[in-house]
């Protein structure tokens, strides 16, 4: 059995292969199918329901019935989170199953996805882990809003609370997509809500697995719904006036459609768009480190990451040094032929560089639309360092694959597409700049702000520019270490173009709830409380 005949036997499990609504897995009433294909050969994968309008709409009111019924909500936050976690723990139980799917959807090596599935686990966890806190912030008496004469009467006794939302859609991207999924899944239901998924169409087969893992932990029915489908499906969910909020993963055209969907019926919104990253390096950074981090910025899983660092910002006394160097590596690199099998090369320890090998681009429209960007560019006479093609076919064994080289681009102007618009493929972009001033106006010279790196040896200037870049998350580092890295406790979201709310910490679980104050006059809580068990 080759390795993709192995994944396809994992794909014949009914989760795969339907949608997953009041608690059934069912076909798409219109029967029609989606076909996804290996990245790294452009071999057929499987094939899965494309659910319709009509298809939401039954998840919707399988939601809804959920919701109006009202168990779930009127559970305790901690004890939504015992059954949640009983999901978490079916992704760390298959991680192997769900890599070797991964490997094969996005063509990412299978063992980064076995890293990003056991952080999709784990960071499961740590969403259950604040059901307690949830809880203890039902009922917090509002004892100070701060200021002169914060504190409401003492007559008057007046708490907070966090009620779910309701009905609420989860629209998600292809690069992580257990991931990206789950990291919505997980704190929607432990907030209390009803939630219906729709997964990316280029990249979701993981995703389907959750629909499993709802019914094995015992999600009441209805509780949560997975509609396969293509764009259609996401934008009948986005405009259903039964969905109170979308939660969305992606680019920032569809973010922004999404939010037109739900402006006439005045829905919550929750946006993780695209992004142009800058790196900033200083010239009294370690040029190794540089280059690993330069690297690793724009190279992990094949540059298809929403923070990854495409703009290199450098300063002129480092720049050709650095620029050399990086050649030399990108053009070692090999080609990840057969990412299912990507196991372990025990060269360069992948969890420090992650870019010892190249992978394949996630599909054919993908690859079309990175090498429309290096066309452009080279049309209009930007310098290519190194890369700005297609592999020739010996060098990924004449595969069929949707492999592009390693790409660098030198002297880029400010307005070139390739500096500010998202590529999101193997390409990187340079300027260089001479003063701290000019660090950080490049750093920020795009609409994008979702995340940026100043590297320096000094921690007091890496201090000073970290704090005026503009972006939901910056490091600041003599080392590189952590690029890339999320932490569940640790909050993420986009300035600008990259998006509206915060993901992660407990502010990324409060997105999933209202905020509400209870206001007891004439009698207090505490007898409300006696009354309600007395
Ligand atoms: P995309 O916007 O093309 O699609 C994302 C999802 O939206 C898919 O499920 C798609 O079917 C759905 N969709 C498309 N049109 C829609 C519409 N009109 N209404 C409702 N739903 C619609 O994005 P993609 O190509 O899947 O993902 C790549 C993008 O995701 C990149 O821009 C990347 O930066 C971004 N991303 C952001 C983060 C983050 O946390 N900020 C994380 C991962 C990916």
């Known amino acids: 059995m080759n390795s993709l005949n192995k994944v396809q036997s994992h794909l014949l499990a009914e989760c795969f292969n ?33 659910g319709k309008a009509n ?38 139980d298959n991680i192997e199953m769900l890599a070797e799917i991964e490997a094969a959807d996005v063509g990412k090596p299978y063992r980064q996805a076995a890293m ?86 280029i990249a979701g087969l993981s995703c389907m697995f959750i ?66 990253s800058a790196l900033v390096v200083f010239d009294d950074t370690d040029l190794d480190k540089a280059v690993e981090t330069t690297m690793k910025g724009f190279l992990a899983n094949g540059g298809q990451i929403c923070t990854a660092h495409t703009r290199l910002v450098v300063q002129d006394s480092i720049k050709a040094p650095l620029l050399k160097k990086l050649k030399e590596e990108l053009e070692k690199l090999p080609f990840c032929n057969d990412p299912i099998t990507e196991k372990d090369r025990g060269d360069r320890a992948w969890e420090a560089g992650m870019t010892d090998v190249v992978q394949p681009v996630v599909c054919d429209s993908q690859h079309k639309k990175i090498m429309g960007f290096l066309h452009e560019a080279k049309a209009a006479g930007v310098e290519v360092l190194t890369g700005g093609d297609v592999p020739d076919d010996e060098t990924v064994g004449n595969s069929g694959g949707y492999f592009i080289q ?11 597409d390739v500096w500010q618009k998202e ?70 979201g986009g300035f600008g173009f990259s998006g509206v709310g915060r993901e992660l910490g407990i502010g990324g679980l409060h997105e999933y709830t209202e905020l509400k104050s209870v206001n007891y006059t004439g009698f207090s809580l505490a007898d409300a409380k006696k009354q309600r068990t007395g």
């Not at 000094?458 to 590189?480: H, Q």
């Open 211 to 276: 629909g499993k893992l709802a019914q094995d932990a015992g999600i009441p029915p209805g509780v949560f719904n997975v509609v396969t489908g293509d764009r259609d499906a996401g934008a009948a969910l986005a405009a259903s006036p039964s969905v109170s909020m979308i939660s969305f993963t992606g680019s920032t055209l569809t973010g922004s459609k999404i939010m037109g969907a739900c402006a006439p019926k005045l829905s919550q919104v929750a946006l993780e768009l695209g992004g142009k």
């Open 55 to 92: 298809d939401v709409d039954a998840a919707v009111a399988a939601a809804e019935a959920a919701w109006e019924e009202g168990t779930w909500a009127g559970m305790s936050a901690a004890e939504r989170a015992d059954i949640v976690t009983k999901m978490a723990q079916g992704i760390e």
């Open 406 to 416: 390693p790409t660098v681009l030198i002297n880029v102007e400010r307005d070139a």
């Open 18 to 50: 339907k949608l997953f609504i009041g608690g059934q897995f069912v076909d798409a009433i219109d029967g029609k199918k989606i076909s996804t294909y290996y990245p790294a050969t452009g071999d057929f994968l499987h094939e899965f329901p494309r």
């Open 116 to 201: 990003t599935l056991g952080g999709a686990a784990g960071e499961g966890k740590y969403w259950c882990s604040l059901g307690k806190v949830l809880d203890a912030e039902q009922d917090v008496p509002v004892n100070s809003g701060g200021g002169e004469g914060g504190v409401p009467p003492a007559e008057w006794d007046v708490v907070y609370r966090r009620d779910p939302i309701g009905v609420i859609g989860l629209i998600s991207a292809w690069n992580y997509p257990m991931n990206v999924a789950f990291r919505k899944v997980a704190p929607a239901l432990v907030a209390g809500n009803c939630a219906i998924l729709k997964p990316s169409e």
């Open 423 to 492: 590529v999101f493929g193997p390409v990187l972009s340079v300027r260089s700049f001479s003063t701290e001033d000019d660090a950080v106006l490049e750093a920020n010279s795009t609409a994008f702000g979702l995340a940026s790196t100043v590297m320096s040896s000094d921690p007091a200037k890496a201090m000073r520019v970290a704090n005026r870049i503009r972006a939901g998350a910056v490091f600041a580092t003599s080392t590189g270490e952590g690029l890339l890295a999320e932490h569940p406790a640790v909050s993420r």
